[in-house]
């Protein structure tokens, strides 16, 4: 079992940056794949970011660039710095870990290939 906590959202402008907490508790996650995932109003939850369990990082192309994801594991916790935000990363943004026996440089890419997930944290940009 593995509690995930969010914090960092808010409101900020476009072109303003904010960074994103995940928070593990009950397990050390620092060898497992972690996932960003977001979900705007009206639309399917998406992946933003992943990481595998030897650190190699994949990112839509929508944040490439912009985000990057890290790990802290003295602190377990993950991280999702966001700069050049525009109004379509608007969104409640959750991470999620996967706790299933995992290849060491997947980075996993589905929701449902993840099985702990944290309770989100909203996110807007205005223009």
């Known amino acids: 079992q593995v509690q995930l906590v969010e914090s960092g959202g808010g409101l900020v402008q476009a072109g303003g940056s904010l960074r994103l907490s995940c928070a593990a508790s009950?397990?050390?996650?620092?060898?497992?794949?972690i996932g960003w995932f977001r979900q705007a109003p009206g639309k399917e939850r998406e992946l933003v970011a992943a990481l595998s369990r030897n650190g190699r990082t994949l990112y839509v192309d929508s944040v490439k660039g912009r985000f990057t994801l890290s790990r802290d594991n003295a602190k377990n916790t993950a991280y999702l710095q966001m700069n050049s935000l525009k109004p379509e990363d608007t969104a409640v943004y959750y991470c999620a870990v996967r706790l299933t026996l995992s290849g060491s440089s997947y980075a996993y890419t589905a929701s449902q290939e993840y099985d702990y997930w944290g309770q989100g944290t909203q996110v807007a940009v205005s223009s």
């Open positions: 009950g397990r050390t996650f620092s060898t497992y794949p």
